[in-house]
């Protein structure tokens, strides 16, 4: 979602008169959030495919019909000169259904999850993160980087630790899970807490799952070292966060891809473990490039207080993993892809 917002905002800067219709799923916070940027929203119906036990299989593949059937007349009435698709069950019908259409799909993860993989067979153009993911396809494919949403790059480490009221006294710990948070990211910062606070100034965002628990042991803590914990269960201007912190303690989504080389931000990734490999192969991938270090999550709790010890008793290995973690950096990706989305669409830019 936020990669297409990114790449939209890049898009109506480049064109004066852009008519955008998102196609996403019903309710939840896609909706929300577009709807607010101002762009117009609608849904189909959609299911998997993969990995769906026999029993659920049909009523999916009814389902699949409906949304094609849906995705037709959507677009016969709106009738798109190009599509952009980032992934989820939502493409598979639209795609389907406008395969006449220009289509531009891009991978934020470095290994394509399998619903991209067959609207690979749509595309006109593939635009990636990194160099690393043509392997899964059989078409060239364009490195664009990560697009990314044109707030973050307004936020200095001055700026930053302003706003967030951090003193700047000792190393920034960024913790955090995604908007929804990780429990087991949650707790290990919990279970270390004081020792943490002894060395860091922590900002710790929790997702709504824990914050309640998080919250009362925050309150529990000597006003001293309160002060360094800057728990909350959300926070908009993640930029603020990413420019304020030392290292970051997350999991490996593709956004850090894109996010934490714009800030030259050195990490300790924990890949989530009960899904498939992208998460791991985006660790990998930041670790092989000597930008990040791979925490497994079953040995979060008992290694992390080494694993970060270790890092900042040597400064040299933190300021090589910040140099490369910037050579990673694409700054103009959603321009990129903005600039591949005219071309398709044959529209002349500003």
Do not use: C
């Not at 009221?165 to 899970?177: D, T, Y």
């Not at 894109?258 to 931000?265: K, Q, R, S």
């Amino acid at each position: 979602m936020y990669p297409a917002l990114a790449v939209h905002s890049a898009l109506t800067a480049k064109v004066t008169d852009v008519d955008t219709l998102w196609v996403g799923g019903k309710g939840g916070m896609e909706e929300s959030l577009v709807k607010r940027q101002g762009i117009a929203f609608t849904s189909v119906p959609a299911a998997g495919l993969h990995g769906v036990g026999l029993t659920a299989l049909p009523g999916n593949l009814l389902t699949l019909g409906r949304g094609i059937l849906a995705a037709r007349r959507i677009l016969r009435e709106f009738r798109p000169d190009v599509m952009f698709f980032t992934g989820g069950y939502v493409a598979a019908p639209v795609a389907i259904a406008g395969a006449s259409i220009p289509i531009l799909l891009y991978t934020p993860d470095i290994e394509p999850g399998l619903a991209l993989k067959s609207l690979a067979r749509y595309a006109d153009v593939i635009a990636v993160t990194t160099s690393q993911s043509q392997k899964f396809f059989r078409k060239k494919v364009r490195e664009t980087g990560y697009p990314l949403r044109p707030d973050l790059s307004l936020w200095d480490r001055l700026t930053a630790t302003r706003h967030l009221g951090i003193s700047g006294e000792k190393p920034v710990l960024l913790a955090f899970g995604g908007s929804k948070g990780a429990r087991s990211i949650n707790f290990a910062v919990i279970n270390h807490l004081r020792d943490l606070l002894a060395k860091f100034e922590v900002i710790h965002l929790t997702g709504d799952l824990d914050w309640q628990y998080v919250k009362q042991m925050r309150e529990q803590l000597p006003m001293e070292l309160a002060a360094r914990y800057h728990a909350m269960p959300y926070l908009h201007e993640m930029g603020a966060a990413f420019a304020a912190a030392d290292v970051a303690l997350t999991r490996a989504g593709a956004s850090v891809l894109g996010e934490f080389p714009l800030f030259g931000l050195p990490s300790i990734l924990v890949p989530y473990p009960h899904a498939w490999r992208y998460q791991k192969v985006n660790a990998e991938f930041l670790a092989w490039r000597g930008a990040a270090v791979i925490l497994e999550d079953h040995r979060l709790n008992t290694e992390l207080m080494m694993t970060l010890n270790v890092l900042f008793e040597n400064q040299n290995k933190l300021k090589s993993m910040r140099a490369a973690m910037f050579e990673l950096s694409h700054p103009r990706a959603a321009e990129k892809i903005a600039s591949a989305l005219i071309e398709l669409a044959g529209v002349k830019s500003l």
